[in-house]
């Protein structure tokens, strides 16, 4: 009788350690291919995503739907914003945007911001009003963190094909696509950089809610350009 009751317990124990293997398995799968969570250390996408959040990520949103202005982005930044944590010039202390994996390992090469030009357009800053513009149009965005301006920095540009243009909601604490100009690369996003789209807000809890994707807020023509 008393090894009886004793071989279950055995055997429970044997199928603890591949029981843990399939689940780190099935969750490294999973984030691979359709979801994954970042922890946001900064301020730069307030008041959309604050300091301290950590939100889960799908990799497969723009594959339903092709990227559009207005969408949040995270972004391999390698080749056009790592500038920004490489100790070049000022802009050291800028790198509030970069994304933490889980808040366990850190990456300075990870970014989430707003994109304002697709491929083709021409942004400038700023119109008489003191908006930024695309392609003629001047931008109503209402995401922009309370009290800044759109931009400080007057900019030009025209987005070559197979890039983006894109800039923090915290304008004034965003180190961005303006930040960049003329450094390689131009802070100008390559597509295929494009790691996904945020979805939900996961913690802390008084702020868990689902990151809604906006309309893009200019002209919009065929295929969302």
Known sequence: MHQTKRQPRKMGWRFVFPALLLAVALSGLVRSLWLDVYFIPSESMEPLLEG???????????QAEPIRRGD????????????????????????????QWLGLAGSDTTYVKRVIGLPGDKVVC??????????????????????????????????????????????????????LLGA??????????????????????DRFAPVARPPAPGPTTQNGR
């Not at 301290?52 to 723009?62: E, H, M, P, W």
């Not at 391999?76 to 994304?99: E, I, K, Q, W």
């Not at 390689?184 to 807000?201: A, C, T, Y």
């Open 52 to 62: 301290g959040d950590r939100i889960l990520v799908s990799r497969t949103d723009f």
């Open 72 to 99: 949040v982005v995270v972004f391999d930044g390698r080749g056009s914003f790592a500038p920004l944590s490489s100790g070049r010039g000022p802009l050291v202390d800028s790198t509030t945007s970069a994304l």
């Open 126 to 179: 700023c119109d008489t009003s003191g908006k930024v513009t695309v392609n003629g149009t001047a931008l109503d965005e209402l995401y922009v963190f309370p009290g800044d301006a759109p931009s400080t920095q007057k900019f030009s540009t025209e987005v070559p094909e197979g890039r983006l243009w894109l800039m923090g909601d915290h304008r004034s604490v965003s180190a961005d696509s303006r930040s």
């Open 184 to 205: 390689p690369g131009g802070g100008l996003v390559p597509l295929d950089r494009v790691i996904g789209r945020p979805v939900q807000i996961l913690w802390p809890l």
